[in-house]
């Protein structure tokens, strides 16, 4: 009798054993793996699958680009700048409210692929090239944000620094000539950084695909054989982008900062606003990663193996945090103005609070820091898809109404009341909806060119992680791949 109970504990004992490395197998997609043939077919479906809904959407944004963009800023250029909200003393409007915007959400792609591939993060694996691609797309927005602004756009090489016949210099003290700096060189770093760990996915989407596809991916991978030089080569490159281009990412929202920091205006004088504005671009960045995530988990074949709930939580995780240093930050810039700011400084702290666009203020604080603050600390609900989706998306709406209240409401009050006027955007809302159809008709394009998820990286990680065994526990251990 004892024999037999004993055999029944041990078999107990062994299926408890057996759920539970299943159970972490479900869970975590690198102690998953699948052969590198299926997770390549597996990728290569997601890509070439395209349902109906999507070409009614892709459509639908075709237009909406045609119309509210191109459209619209031909309008805007053959008429002038007076069709736009623009006006004493709010001479800084939507267009520079969204180039902020785009570059914060562009900060996301490098924190994600570049920080935490230099700290070794194993959770990034599966979606660092979603995030890089929200990078170049955030910054071409940027881009054209900056040329809106300018009005007469076919004078945009005034901007650039070259010496000329006439020997006229840009204004090296305008702030369109830092942002464009920043820009250039932010967008070019990143798509370059965006390139290297794409070459060996476009070689196995070449040797997997035939016809124009073929040849697009032959001319894209470079020759790519993935010979053991090569492999060295390759993560060499990605290693030297890897620490540059994170003093990049630093600097370009510094230099964004000063746009506002560098003015003696009531609000914007600010010696904390470089840090303020880097956490900001992260805070609104992590959001629109998450958003990309479900929607591409949600809408593409094969990406819920891919994608998974552990990703999310790893991710929220970070949105609390950041949440947490932008809530110091802001609060700290808060504090400093309010107890030792002029009358104008206090004049506009308030007209933030009270004002017409009072309601701005208030919802960015619930936005940003108290629904995060809410949400995010359950794990349950960091796992879920379209509750972190949520989160991210109210906090985008939070970091857009923070750029808003930064840009025209606070150049509503200066030291001329008798110039004080509200500014009331006009065409350039169309122009802003314009930017964020761009936005979404580019990555939805491509999804269906360039692999989204990295095999060669996953497949990485996967052979780096094991479950070992110590005394009763069982535990994920990962070795260090050469």
């Avoid at 299943?22 to 043939?37: A, N, Q, T």
């Avoid at 997770?39 to 680009?65: H, P």
């Avoid at 990143?190 to 290297?196: A, E, I, V």
């Avoid at 989706?389 to 150049?411: C, D, H, K, Q, T």
Wanted: aromatic share 16%; hydrophobic share 50%.
């Amino acid at each position: 009798m004892a024999e037999y109970t004993d055999a029944v504990h041990a078999n107990v004992v062994h299926e408890h054993k057996d759920h539970a490395k299943e159970h972490l197998r479900e869970k975590h997609l690198m102690l998953d793996p699948l052969p590198r043939g299926k997770m390549n077919e597996m990728v290569m479906e997601s890509m070439t699958t395209t349902s109906w809904k999507f070409w009614v959407v892709f459509g639908i944004l075709s237009a909406i680009v045609a119309g509210c963009l191109f459209y619209v800023w031909g309008y805007m250029i053959s008429e002038g700048l007076g069709v736009t909200g623009k006006n004493r003393p709010s001479y800084w409007g939507l267009f520079l409210v969204n180039t902020v915007f785009w570059i914060g959400i562009s900060h996301a792609g490098t924190f994600i692929s570049a920080i935490l591939r230099v700290f070794k993060a194993e959770f990034r694996r599966p979606f660092t090239r979603a995030a890089e691609l929200m990078t170049t797309f955030g910054l071409v927005q940027a881009g054209f944000s900056v040329f809106m602004h300018l009005g007469r756009v076919w004078l945009a090489y005034w901007l650039i620094p070259y010496p000329n016949q006439r020997m006229l210099w840009p204004n090296t003290h305008s702030p369109l000539t830092w942002d464009l700096l920043a820009i250039t060189t932010y967008l070019l770093s990143s798509t370059m950084y965006l390139f290297l760990p794409l070459i060996p996915d476009l070689a196995m989407a070449r040797d997997r695909s035939t016809g124009w596809r073929k040849t697009f991916y032959k001319i894209l991978a470079l020759g790519f054989r993935g010979t053991e030089g090569e492999w060295t080569h390759l993560r060499n490159a990605m290693t030297i982008f890897a620490f540059a281009i994170i003093p990049v990412m630093f600097s370009v929202h510094t230099i964004v900062s000063w746009d506002f920091a560098a003015a003696t205006r009531p609000g914007w004088n600010s010696t904390i606003f470089g840090p303020y504005f880097v956490v900001g671009a992260l805070h609104s960045g992590m959001g629109a990663v998450v958003m990309v995530l479900a929607i591409v988990r949600g809408t593409m074949k094969n990406m819920k193996y891919f994608i998974r709930g552990e990703h999310f939580d790893a991710i929220a995780k970070l949105m609390l945090i950041i949440s947490m240093a932008w809530a110091y930050f802001f609060f700290n810039d808060y504090m400093v103005q309010w107890y030792g700011g002029d009358k104008w400084t206090h004049q506009l702290l308030h007209f933030h609070e009270a004002g017409p666009m009072g309601w701005m203020w208030f919802a960015m604080l619930i936005f940003n820091i108290a629904i995060p603050w809410a949400v995010l600390w359950n794990q349950k609900w960091r796992s879920t898809p379209w509750i972190v989706f949520a989160v991210g998306l109210l906090i985008n709406v939070g970091m857009y109404l923070e750029r808003y209240i930064i840009v025209p409401v606070s150049l509503s009050i200066n030291r001329m009341p008798f110039t004080w006027r509200l500014y009331y955007p006009r065409v350039e809302i169309l122009l802003g909806i314009g930017t964020l159809a761009l936005f979404i008709w580019l990555y939805m394009a491509a999804s269906r060119l360039i692999p989204l998820i990295p095999v060669w990286e996953v497949e990485e990680g996967q052979m780096a992680h094991e479950l070992k065994k110590f005394g009763r526990e069982t535990v994920v251990s990962v070795s260090e791949l050469e």
